[in-house]
T-cell receptor, first 113, second 114 residues
Framework: DSGVTQTPKHLITATGQRVTLRCSPR?????VYWYQQSLDQGLQFLIQ???????AKGNILERFSAQQFPDLHSELNLSSLELGDSALYFC????????????FGNGTRLTVT | AQSVTQLGSHVSVSEGALVLLRCNYS??????LFWYVQYPNQGLQLLLK??????LVKGINGFEAEFKKSETSFHLTKPSAHMSDAAEYFC????????????FGQGTELSVKP
C-alpha cells in the first residue's frame, strides 16, 4: 500500500460530460502529481502541485484543470469529455525534495462512451 | 529537453534467465534516474533510483541498474528471472530544475516463461 488514495476507482461517463477525480496524498507529502496512462500515449505527465501551488505543467489540455487544497488533497477536473480521454489517471505524491521518489495511487480508470 | 527511451516494448525471458531491460536518457543536466514497476491493475512502485554517488544501484526484488554517463544509459538487470517478475517496467528521468517533473519512458512489458 503506497498510502496514496484515489477515488473513484472506476468512472464511466458520456461524451461532453464533466468529472472530478480525487487524490489524497501520503501522510507528510506536500507534492502531488497527476499522470494520464493510455495505450497509445503511455504515461503522460499532466501537472504537479507543491503545498497548494502549481509547480510544473505538462501536456494538460485546456479542458482539464486541477488544484491542491489546504489539506493537501488534490482534484483533477476533466470537462467536455471526448472518447480519447478514456484512460487510467494516476495521482502520485512525494515529500517534495528533488530526489524523493513518487508514491503512486492505484489510479482511476475513466471510460468515456 | 530531457527524455527517456526504452528499447523494446516487450521482452520475454525464461524463468531463471538474466533479465536486461534497456533505458537511455537525454538530459542537459546531471539526471536523477528511476525505475518503476507496474503490476496489472495497480499503480507504479519504485524499484530503484540513482541521484548521485555510486553508479551501481541496487533495488528491491533483486534488481539493480548501472548509471553509465558515457553511454547515457541506465539499464535494469536481474541475474535470475522469477515468474513473479512479470510486469511492466518504466524508466524515468526527473527534471529537478523544473520543479521535479518526472518523465517516463514508454515502458517495457516483461514476460517470464516457465
Amino acid at each position: 500500500d503506497s498510502g496514496v488514495t484515489q477515488t473513484p476507482k472506476h468512472l464511466i461517463t458520456a461524451t461532453g460530460q464533466r468529472v472530478t477525480l480525487r487524490c489524497s496524498p501520503r501522510s507528510g507529502d506536500l507534492s502531488v502529481y497527476w499522470y494520464q496512462q493510455s495505450l497509445d500515449q503511455g504515461l503522460q505527465f499532466l501537472i504537479q502541485y507543491y503545498n497548494g501551488e502549481e509547480r510544473a505543467k505538462g501536456n494538460i489540455l485546456e479542458r482539464f484543470s486541477a488544484q491542491q487544497f489546504p489539506d493537501l488533497h488534490s482534484e483533477l477536473n476533466l470537462s467536455s469529455l471526448e472518447l480519447g480521454d478514456s484512460a487510467l489517471y494516476f495521482c502520485a505524491s512525494t515529500q517534495g525534495m528533488s530526489d524523493s521518489p513518487l508514491h503512486f495511487g492505484n489510479g482511476t480508470r475513466l471510460t468515456v462512451t | 529537453a530531457q527524455s527517456v527511451t526504452q528499447l523494446g516494448s516487450h521482452v520475454s525471458v525464461s524463468e531463471g534467465a538474466l533479465v536486461l531491460l534497456r533505458c537511455n536518457y537525454s538530459s542537459s543536466v546531471p539526471p536523477y534516474l528511476f525505475w518503476y514497476v507496474q503490476y496489472p491493475n495497480q499503480g507504479l512502485q519504485l524499484l530503484l533510483k540513482y541521484t548521485t554517488g555510486a553508479t551501481l544501484v541496487k533495488g528491491i526484488n533483486g534488481f539493480e541498474a548501472e548509471f553509465k554517463k558515457s553511454e547515457t544509459s541506465f539499464h535494469l538487470t536481474k541475474p535470475s528471472a522469477h515468474m513473479s517478475d512479470a510486469a511492466e517496467y518504466f524508466c524515468a528521468v526527473m527534471i529537478y530544475n523544473q520543479g521535479g517533473k518526472l518523465i517516463f519512458g514508454q515502458g517495457t512489458e516483461l514476460s517470464v516463461k516457465p
